[in-house]
């Protein structure tokens, strides 16, 4: 709890404290799903593991910072080197330094965020799609549903395209290729016909561009046949995609969009059209709220709203069944796959990455908490490799990918029941509540504020696992062939 009440300062006050390390960072790695690169970060630092009031008290929102680094305590920290683990990988041919890469959008517009974002680190960027068009936004053109301590759950934007010329932004990107030859450009195209296809495409390759991604999937478009109009027709991706592959001799990633029924469809279509690599998924349209006041969806734009793409951690379920059916389709199995959707730690990154991805796109959580994020998807990728005996990204790349089956092929006869740890159990009665009115009725709760489970009832859905807020409640024993004894 204490964790989720920092808000990841900007030269966080506590950092006054302590000289050799970072509570601000160490923080933001436990936040990030990187406890043990947390501790790693401690490392025999005794200090931070006494009592210090002071570092509390310099904290602008009195996060109890000693509570946080107690819990480090009794993580192991075993020392083993990861400097030497080797993240690098590859983006249809083109080599990467590490799998991360900022998507195509606001956070890799202009040149000197694309140079800030690859000296914290970042292996490449996708540019601000480029474009013919002349682009003017609204204002405010952002919404986002939010958790209890403020974070994004889901982000909604209504924002378009680049709005600098083409030449401006063939300009940056010959100048990132001229400052850092290792980072990778891709530079994100749309056009409006065959002609600026073509055009756009042979810019980007004159100007250094390693790849080149063809926006098919952008939801907020006003222009007939652009955005994600033309990720919906496969014939439409097939021509245009065949197009730019006759215009560059680079590789070439189709962007498909998820406001579709199978994604295979188009994409299939766009490697008939000469496409090495599928970039999968752009923005999902949709609303986020409305404002029950003005009667108005946000963004409210003097009075006025429209549908708007949708992205963070909640369209990541839909990105990952996206990535898994292309994946296992043989009509694309020889195809590079590059993920986004969703994408805030380093567990959610391998998971694209099981999946089939051998690399990750990024922009919500940048959006959120800048470009340092980097910082910890590269420290847990490092350990995960370590703990997993990983040598190389690609050791892990697409390994689970076969372990997605038709619902009518998995295996029924086993039931999997719960089992409760009355020592972490708080005796809510939330496993009770949830089991009665939305269950099997299989949990009774006793004078004493605890639960039992009545194994005759019990179908192992596992939703009281699920619900408890203490994670007191495990997978247990099993029954076979309908024998009813827990």
Same mark, same amino acid.
């Given at each position: +709890?204490?964790?989720?009440?920092?808000? @990841?300062?900007?030269?966080?006050?506590?950092?006054?404290?302590?000289?050799?390390?970072?509570?601000?960072?160490?923080?933001?790695?436990?936040?990030?799903?990187?406890?043990?690169?947390?501790?790693?970060?401690?490392? =025999?630092?005794?200090?931070?593991?006494?009592?210090?009031?002071?570092? !509390?008290?310099?904290?602008?929102?009195?996060?109890?910072?000693?509570?946080? @680094?107690?819990?480090?305590?009794?993580?192991?920290?075993?020392?083993?080197?990861? =400097?030497?683990?080797?993240?690098?990988?590859?983006?249809?041919?083109?080599?990467?330094?590490?799998?991360?890469? @900022?998507? /195509?959008?606001?956070?890799?517009?202009?040149?000197?965020?694309?140079?800030?974002?690859?000296?914290?680190?970042?292996?490449?960027?996708?540019?601000?799609?480029?474009?013919?068009?002349?682009?003017?936004?609204?204002?405010?053109?952002?919404?986002?549903?939010?958790?209890?301590?403020?974070?994004?759950?889901?982000?909604?934007?209504?924002?378009?395209?680049?709005?600098?010329?083409?030449?401006?932004?063939?300009?940056?990107?010959?100048?990132?290729?001229?400052?850092?030859?290792?980072?990778?450009?891709?530079a994100s195209i749309m056009g409006r016909n065959e002609?600026?296809?073509?055009?756009?495409?042979?810019?980007?390759?004159?100007?250094?561009?390693?790849?080149?991604?063809?926006?098919?999937?952008?939801?907020?478009?006003?222009?007939?046949?652009?955005?994600?109009?033309?990720?919906? =027709?496969?014939?439409?991706?097939?021509?245009?995609?065949?197009?730019?592959?006759?215009?560059?001799?680079?590789?070439?990633?189709?962007?498909?969009?998820?406001?579709?029924?199978?994604?295979?469809?188009?994409a299939i279509s766009a490697k008939r059209g000469g496409?090495?690599?599928?970039?999968?998924? !752009?923005?999902?349209?949709?609303?986020?709220?409305?404002?029950?006041?003005?009667?108005?969806?946000?963004?409210?734009?003097?009075?006025?709203?429209?549908?708007?793409?949708?992205?963070?951690?909640?369209?990541?379920?839909?990105?990952?069944?996206?990535?898994?059916?292309?994946?296992?389709?043989?009509?694309?199995?020889? +195809?590079?796959?590059?993920?986004?959707?969703?994408?805030? /730690?380093?567990?959610?990154?391998?998971?694209?990455?099981?999946?089939?991805?051998?690399?990750?796109?990024?922009?919500?959580?940048?959006?959120?908490?800048?470009?340092?994020?980097?910082?910890?998807?590269?420290?847990?990728?490092?350990?995960? +490799?370590?703990?997993?005996?990983?040598?190389?990204?690609?050791?892990?790349?697409?390994? /689970?990918?076969?372990?997605?089956?038709?619902?009518?092929?998995?295996?029924?006869?086993?039931?999997?029941?719960?089992?409760?740890?009355?020592?972490?159990?708080?005796?809510?009665?939330?496993?009770?509540?949830?089991?009665?009115?939305?269950?099997?009725?299989?949990?009774?709760?006793?004078?004493?504020?605890?639960?039992?489970? =009545?194994?005759?009832?019990?179908?192992?859905?596992?939703?009281?696992?699920?619900?408890?807020?203490?994670?007191?409640?495990?997978?247990?024993?099993?029954?076979?062939?309908?024998?009813?004894?827990?």
């Amino acid at each position: +709890m204490e964790v989720h009440k920092c808000v @990841l300062c900007h030269d966080a006050p506590c950092l006054k404290i302590y000289k050799n390390i970072s509570p601000e960072r160490i923080i933001r790695a436990i936040k990030f799903d990187n406890v043990k690169g947390a501790r790693q970060l401690i490392g =025999d630092e005794k200090k931070c593991f006494e009592k210090n009031t002071d570092c !509390n008290e310099e904290c602008p929102l009195n996060v109890n910072i000693d509570k946080i @680094l107690e819990h480090l305590i009794n993580v192991t920290d075993d020392k083993e080197d990861i =400097d030497n683990i080797d993240l690098s990988t590859e983006i249809c041919g083109v080599k990467l330094e590490n799998p991360f890469l @900022l998507s /195509s959008s606001i956070v890799g517009s202009r040149y000197e965020m694309c140079k800030r974002a690859f000296e914290h680190g970042w292996a490449g960027v996708a540019t601000k799609t480029i474009c013919l068009m002349p682009i003017h936004e609204s204002s405010p053109r952002f919404s986002a549903l939010k958790d209890w301590n403020g974070s994004f759950i889901g982000f909604k934007n209504i924002e378009q395209l680049s709005e600098y010329s083409v030449e401006e932004n063939m300009e940056m990107i010959r100048k990132l290729k001229s400052e850092f030859p290792n980072k990778v450009v891709i530079a994100s195209i749309m056009g409006r016909n065959e002609e600026e296809w073509k055009y756009l495409a042979e810019e980007a390759t004159k100007a250094g561009a390693d790849l080149i991604e063809l926006n098919f999937s952008c939801p907020n478009m006003k222009y007939e046949g652009t955005g994600s109009d033309v990720g919906q =027709d496969p014939n439409t991706v097939e021509l245009y995609t065949k197009v730019v592959r006759n215009s560059t001799h680079i590789p070439v990633l189709a962007k498909m969009t998820p406001n579709i029924t199978d994604m295979r469809v188009p994409a299939i279509s766009a490697k008939r059209g000469g496409a090495n690599g599928i970039a999968a998924i !752009n923005t999902i349209k949709s609303i986020t709220n409305v404002d029950i006041d003005s009667l108005v969806p946000e963004p409210q734009v003097n009075g006025k709203s429209s549908l708007g793409g949708y992205s963070g951690q909640a369209v990541k379920p839909i990105a990952l069944r996206f990535i898994a059916e292309m994946a296992n389709c043989e009509d694309l199995n020889d +195809m590079c796959y590059s993920g986004m959707g969703g994408i805030y /730690s380093w567990k959610d990154a391998v998971e694209f990455m099981l999946l089939g991805c051998t690399n990750v796109q990024v922009t919500t959580s940048v959006m959120e908490y800048g470009y340092r994020i980097i910082d910890d998807l590269i420290l847990g990728l490092k350990i995960f +490799m370590k703990e997993k005996n990983y040598s190389k990204v690609s050791d892990f790349v697409g390994i /689970s990918k076969c372990n997605l089956i038709d619902n009518d092929k998995l295996e029924k006869d086993t039931i999997e029941f719960p089992k409760f740890n009355y020592e972490k159990c708080i005796g809510c009665g939330r496993c009770y509540i949830s089991c009665k009115d939305g269950g099997h009725n299989a949990i009774k709760f006793d004078e004493k504020r605890q639960p039992t489970l =009545d194994g005759s009832k019990c179908v192992g859905c596992q939703l009281c696992r699920l619900v408890c807020p203490q994670n007191a409640i495990n997978k247990a024993s099993k029954r076979i062939g309908g024998v009813k004894n827990a």
